[in-house]
């Protein structure tokens, strides 16, 4: 029946039109949060930046440690993954391209002999891990939108206590840096043994003025020891703060994108039924002109009382009007 | 005249210039920094610190696992948490403080409850005023 198609595709376009309301929703929600987090990102730098500047200071005044975070085993036998994704989807390729490249890591180090551990930021990263039979030992949930340094430092101390005990020997860091508005990469960095404070000065970028020789109170070694879990739990800061902010960027792309398609759809679908309520309407003119025709063929006189008799059994409504039309003559 | 920054890992808490600030290492008590100071590094108690500006008036902090660095004019405080006079929540720290109490009366070698405790004290304090 022709008049069918053409309700069909009315209750697509309604259905793409509502898809495409929110859509656009997260997009400016996204655009708006993307803004907020790279402020965040931003107010957490110099937190980060004065800690290097510290190291810098006690490398320079010649602290020397001990500190468990610095252990280099000899031979590692387990590797630690902290892998970064988020808690929601719709987010284009946020989520697959960390968890990917960590699943490669892993394989990587699995030829190797080498065991795995695995940390997993965010409900999608944990999911993947789970489904796909991987022991997922550290799971945290429900804060990547939106992470707090206590956050930060519940992972750290996850990961550190690992680490310290000797469960796992060394620990990668794969998250989603955050560039620009328009890029954003995935980083794979070693995270544990930390570098020698040196290093770990020099690739900081602090102030760079560590010529000055600091008095230490109590000692330099010991402020470095109380200095070390610090400065893991700003570094975990800092990568989680770069993926929320990467998270709504992507996401906002993502919806914008999505956004464009149903625009483009429902172009596409209001064309196509268009066309089909034309052709119903030409079907019904033909159907009409050819049963007009077809009476036609009777007798001249008797064709148009049979005409008015088939209107009249049509609808209900043009009989009541008939009804009331003597009264409008007389 | 001290540039003086408190910074939590969130954000700059405070910045300010200062004629003198006094704060409470680990070991050595308390130490006051006046412009002209040997460059220092020196990690905190959890214990107030007080900024005293130009005109004599005062700031103060409640500060939970920091540090300080001064080097020249510059005095930069890092900690975890970081609380003005008027972010404090005095009823909470109250509480926070008997609960605590509590803690340590059934067991008095519970390292976390005797560090609520501190920084319970340390929050009254600077609400207080002091």
Known sequence: ?330 | MLNVQVVSPESVSYTGKASMVVARTVEGGDIAFQPGHIPFIGILQVWSVVIVKEDGSRDSFAVHRGFVQVSDTDITILSDVSEAKDEIDVVRAERALAEAAQALSADAGDADAAYDKARAEVRIRVAAGE
């Open chain 1, 1 to 330: 029946m022709p008049g069918g198609k053409e309700r069909e595709l009315r209750r697509r376009i309604s259905s793409v039109q509502s898809t495409k309301k929110i859509t656009r929703a997260m997009e400016l929600i996204a655009a708006t949060r993307v803004v907020k987090a790279m402020q965040r990102a931003d107010a957490a730098r110099p937190y980060s930046r004065q800690i290097t500047s510290v190291i810098e200071n006690l490398a320079a005044g010649g602290a020397e440690t001990n500190h468990p975070l610095l252990r280099q085993a000899d031979e590692v036998k387990k590797v630690g993954f902290i892998v970064m994704a988020g808690d929601r989807g719709l987010a284009g390729a946020y989520n697959t391209n960390p968890i990917r490249a960590a699943e490669r890591q892993l394989q990587g180090h699995r030829t190797e002999g080498k065991d795995y551990a695995l940390f997993c930021v965010g409900k999608k990263a944990a999911a993947y891990f789970a489904f796909r039979n991987y022991r997922v030992d550290y799971d945290y949930q429900g804060f990547t939108d939106n992470p707090s340094y206590e956050d930060a430092r519940r992972i750290a101390d996850d990961v550190a206590a690992a680490f310290i005990n000797g469960e796992i020997d060394e620990v990668e860091l794969i998250y989603t840096e955050f560039i620009s508005m328009g890029t954003q990469r995935v980083s794979v960095r070693r995270f544990l043994p930390l570098e020698d404070t040196a290093v770990m000065a020099e690739s900081g970028g602090g102030d760079a003025e560590a010529a000055a020789s600091f008095e230490f109170e109590p000692s330099p070694d010991s402020v470095l020891e109380a200095l070390l879990p610090r400065y893991i739990e700003a570094r975990l800061f800092g990568a989680l703060l770069d993926c929320a902010a990467s998270e709504h960027a992507n996401r906002q792309r993502a919806m914008k994108s999505a956004t464009d398609n149903a625009e483009e759809l429902i172009t596409k679908l209001s064309r196509q039924m268009n066309a089909a309520r034309q052709a119903a309407i030409t079907t019904e003119i033909m159907e009409i002109v050819g049963g007009a025709e077809a009476l036609d063929e009777g007798g001249d006189g008797a064709q148009a009382v049979d005409l008015e008799g088939m209107f009249a059994q049509i609808g209900a409504a043009p009989e009541s009007a008939t009804a009331s039309d003597p009264t409008n003559e007389g």
